[in-house]
């Protein structure tokens, strides 16, 4: 089905879509309304239907870990489409954009068994925060649980309302390094300032400290945990074949941002945004400050990404080395052309759902999660 166009208009005073609005994309490019392709150069194969999936972890030996919103961690075997309950998870905070989030294996997973976990934590007088733990993988039979849960991070301050948590995962190319997305928490100045990591992109060691040589470092505290910051909701996080990190985020109304991140770097959430507020106050462009970093691309209308992967591609060749968003907003797959620093959307692929989470597996298969109950674990195969 190909959706009907809108005339194209790069203004950023077009009426825009709401990012994060529970239907909930850069300055040397603003991408405006967009086509889908005529015909999908892919098909997809349904695996397992799940209860508001939030991310995917492939495993070993053709099976996957996908947390569900509500607290569940679910064992998906991707041959069968079996369905297993992880025991051993954490109470989460579940609400609004709350709950489960993030799931990632250790680097050594194969040795180790270790798996990584994202989730809303409650605290005092109806604040809430976004927690790192880590524990073991154990399937026994049938079965499987989580060993030696240990919380090893936790966003400072917690804070009210029950939004932009972020809490994306990302190991290093080389496995040292952790890094993790901290959202805003709708609080938004947070994120230009330094003594709080809401609003920052994270570099912190395998155990959930501060990695040495972080630019902040010298101001200790949780600045020693900041690689970058002026960020606002980062749901998608990923390394180029270059070793580049590139990460992607929700805007206000408008103004979705796929960004080369940079240590140090300040990408200027709430001072410049090429969205609006939501009550239409404006706000400041990205040009308006060339002292503060641009998005390489920014979308508006916004696509409202849930995750992205930089692909590998070995079964869509045509595809090396371009991002892969899972859309929300845009209810498809986005594919995103990169060159050096720059970035173009190329191609947009309508699932006629809200995608939620995307992963590529070591042998180039690629598996896409929807959004909402009944979400669909997908496989995507080459037409």
């Known amino acids: 089905m190909k959706r009907q166009t809108i005339s194209l208009m790069l203004s950023p005073l077009l009426v825009p879509l709401a990012s994060c609005g529970a239907t909930a994309a850069g300055d040397s490019s603003i991408q405006g ?31 996957a870990l996908v947390t569900e919103k509500k607290g569940k961690l679910k064992l998906v075997d991707l041959a069968s489409g079996a369905v297993t309950d992880v025991t051993g998870t954490p109470t989460v905070a579940f609400g ?16 180790d068994g270790t798996v990584y976990l994202t989730w809303a934590e409650a605290g005092e007088s109806d604040t809430r925060g976004a927690v790192l733990g880590r524990a073991k993988l154990v ?168 995750a992205m992967i930089i692909c590998k591609c070995e079964k869509f060749p045509a595809w090396k080395g371009n991002a892969l968003i899972a859309a929300l907003g845009a209810q498809g797959l986005v594919r995103v052309g990169i060159t050096g620093d720059t970035a173009r959307e190329a191609e947009r692929y ?7 989470g995307i992963a590529e597996g070591s042998d180039g298969k690629l598996w896409m999660i929807e959004d909402g109950a009944g979400g669909r674990l997908l496989e995507v195969v080459p037409r």
Do not use: C
Request: hydrophobic share 35%; aromatic share 8%.
């Open 33 to 63: 309304p967009a086509d889908f392709v005529e015909t999908n150069p892919f098909t997809t194969r349904e695996v397992a239907k799940l209860d508001e999936p939030w991310a995917l972890a492939l495993l070993p030996g053709n099976a």
């Open 139 to 306: 399937r026994e039979g049938t079965g499987a649980r989580i060993d030696g849960l240990e919380v090893i991070w936790r966003q400072s301050p917690k804070v009210t309302g029950r939004g932009h948590y972020s809490h994306r995962i990302k190991f290093s190319p080389d496995g040292k390094y952790l890094f993790l997305t901290s959202g805003d928490r709708q609080k938004m100045t947070p994120a230009q300032d330094l003594t709080v990591n809401l609003g920052k992109m994270l570099r912190l060691t395998r155990d959930g400290k501060p990695a040495a040589g972080n630019p902040f470092a010298q101001k200790g505290g949780v600045s020693a945990e900041i690689w970058s910051y002026g960020h606002r909701n980062l749901l998608g996080v990923a390394f180029d074949g270059e070793g580049r990190l590139w990460d992607i985020e929700h805007g206000p109304a408008g103004g979705d941002e796929l960004n080369l991140v940079k240590p140090g770097s300040n990408y200027g959430w709430p001072v410049v945004s090429n969205g609006d507020h939501y009550d239409g106050k404006p706000i400041p462009r990205h040009a308006t400050r060339p002292d503060l970093a641009a998005p390489a691309l920014s979308w508006n209308p916004v696509i409202a990404p849930g």
């Open 350 to 356: 309508n699932m006629d759902a809200r995608m939620r």
């Open 96 to 111: 609004g954009q709350g709950g489960f989030g993030d799931v990632a294996i250790s680097p050594a997973f194969e040795k």
